[in-house]
């Protein structure tokens, strides 16, 4: 049912109630996860002694799961089963993927089998990452009408990347103390305290209605999905490579490189996250991504912390309203019956991109050094760019 009192031009915050059970349950979720992120790459690199490449291929192997089985399967449970089951079953695989990590840990002294079940943590992650997200998106709809679709997105965001911007400085001073052990101890503890909260929140009835197959729903988001693609290669070389950068240039820890992203994703939700509905997924996005790519080649150039910083931070801001911009124009692509499998495969192309950003930017740092990933992350946004102009001048697909 549709929150009353709500219009599509009101503020962000004309949505803060109806769904702060659910971003609660999203942002403690998350926040074993952004304390992984930081560590999870010294894990490979510096206690495994694998190389740069390696690195990207870990970080970004969670995003060839979710991207092959995590998206479709959750759209699929959260249309058929209801979000809020989709919400506890990856909930559930989150804590199980502290429990790999632990495993890892036993194995350090043999680093090809410490790093293969490394991987196996991540790959899980890939699974367990959908089921939450996809499950918060349409439970937040549900809630509050699908005109209200760019605040829904906004919030869920803002929850994702808060987690990970405090999770990241937590994670690395857990690290520093406990080793990565502690990182998996967190990672099991953490997302038990959401899944309480989950269980608690009354769920939302799924949509009646004959369901079209996936790949016919990846088809009718394929604009605004490409467009995703190529703007998540920056927040992805951020997430995979900012610690490598650091450590090169003797930047010391790279966590306050993740916080600014993540405070420049929430303030720009906070100031302008209601644009979306009110003006145009599109148009929105079209300045975002341009904005991101500054960011971008403030990192590449760099020449201290401050500014790689400053740039995480554009990157951040920008890349929040991309994402919510291109999300609503594809949301409102799908019937609703459909709304859960067009979430999933709207953010299919962003597992994409993070799949492809891990090994061409270990392949890119190899041989061109590490800070040339944020040059490529660059050129992708302002690609996406041109895609959201042709958005603004074509007409948006509506139906299967």
């Known amino acids: 049912m549709t929150a009353k009192g709500h219009n599509p031009a009101g503020s962000l915050f004309s949505a803060f109630v109806p769904l702060l059970p659910i971003t609660a349950a999203v942002f403690i979720g998350f926040f074993a996860m952004g304390m992984a992120l930081p560590v999870v790459p010294r894990q490979v690199h510096d206690t495994l002694g694998m190389s740069a490449l390696m690195v990207g291929v870990v970080m970004g192997s969670q995003y060839l799961t979710s991207m092959l089985l995590g998206r479709g399967w959750s759209g699929t449970v959260t249309d058929t089963r209801g979000p809020r089951r989709a919400m506890l079953v990856g909930l559930l695989g989150a804590a199980c993927v502290g429990g790999v990590y632990f495993i890892s840990v036993a194995f350090v002294a043999q680093p090809s089998l410490s790093l293969a079940v490394l991987l196996a943590g991540r790959l899980l992650t890939g699974v367990a990452e959908p089921f939450i997200i996809t499950a918060a998106l349409s439970w937040g709809i549900a809630r509050v009408g699908v005109e209200h679709a760019g605040k829904v997105i906004g919030w869920v965001g803002m929850a994702l ?23 998996a101890a967190a990672t099991v503890l953490v997302p038990l305290a959401a899944f309480a909260i989950a269980w608690r929140i009354r769920g939302a009835a799924p949509s009646a209605g004959v369901r079209p197959a996936f790949y ?23 997430n995979a490579f900012v610690v490598l950068l650091f450590v090169q240039r003797g930047w010391g820890s790279a966590a306050l490189a993740f916080t600014s992203m993540g405070a420049g994703f929430i303030v720009a939700r906070l100031l302008v996250g209601h644009l979306p509905d009110k003006r145009g997924g599109a148009k929105v996005a079209a300045v975002c991504v341009a904005i991101e790519a500054v960011g971008q080649l403030m990192i590449w150039a760099a020449p201290n912390a401050l500014v790689a910083c400053v740039g995480a931070a554009l990157t951040g801001g920008g890349y929040a ?23 999933g495969g709207y953010v299919v192309f ?14 890119l740092a190899l041989h061109a050094g590490v800070d040339v990933i944020y040059l490529a992350g660059a050129i992708g946004a302002l690609a996406s760019v041109g895609l959201a102009v042709a958005m603004m001048r074509g007409p948006a697909a509506r139906g299967l």
């Open 350 to 363: 962003q597992d994409f991109s993070m799949a492809l950003a891990g090994p061409l930017g270990g392949w």
């Open 161 to 183: 990347f808060a987690a990970y911007g405090v999770g990241a400085p937590a994670g690395a001073a857990v690290y520093a103390q406990f080793g990565f052990a502690g990182i």
């Open 321 to 343: 309203l991309a994402f919510q911009g291109f999300g609503v124009e594809a949301v409102r692509r799908a019937p609703p019956q459909s709304r859960g499998a067009a979430t």
């Open 216 to 238: 016919k729903v990846l088809g009718i988001v394929k604009l605004p999905g490409l467009a995703l693609t190529l703007s998540s290669f920056g927040y992805a070389a951020i």
